[in-house]
Nanobody, 115 residues
């Protein structure tokens, strides 16, 4: 019943910004954590950032000081503000939620950063 829907991806020039959103919907539930992962062609899926329901945030070293994750727990929504984008940020970005120790995934949104 849980569904995660991402939005906000697109094409942007290096140095630009994008804001991703992900809303969880479905049956009544409480998120333990939500976050973002990304996967570039030929690469593994890696953590970008995640935030717990208490507000503790973690970032990959490659995006720290450039990206900001935030959430609205009452709406089960997570955001990712991406600034100073680099070509190496190009990837499909996947929303993730942990609910009672089980992982749920969105279908992804493509972010392309041109040189």
């Amino acid at each position: 019943q849980v569904q995660l829907v991402e939005s906000g991806g697109g094409l942007v020039q290096a140095g630009g910004s994008l804001r991703l959103s992900c809303a969880a919907s479905g049956s009544r539930f409480t998120n333990n954590a939500m976050g973002w992962y990304r996967q570039a062609p030929g690469k593994q899926r890696d953590l970008v950032a995640r935030i717990t329901n208490t507000g503790r945030a973690n970032y990959a070293d490659s995006v720290k000081d450039r990206f900001i994750i935030s959430s609205d727990n009452t709406k089960n929504t997570v955001f990712l503000q991406m600034n100073s984008l680099k070509p190496e940020d190009t990837a499909v970005y996947y929303c993730n939620a942990i609910i009672n120790a089980r992982n749920y995934w969105g279908k992804g949104t493509l972010v392309t950063v041109s040189s």
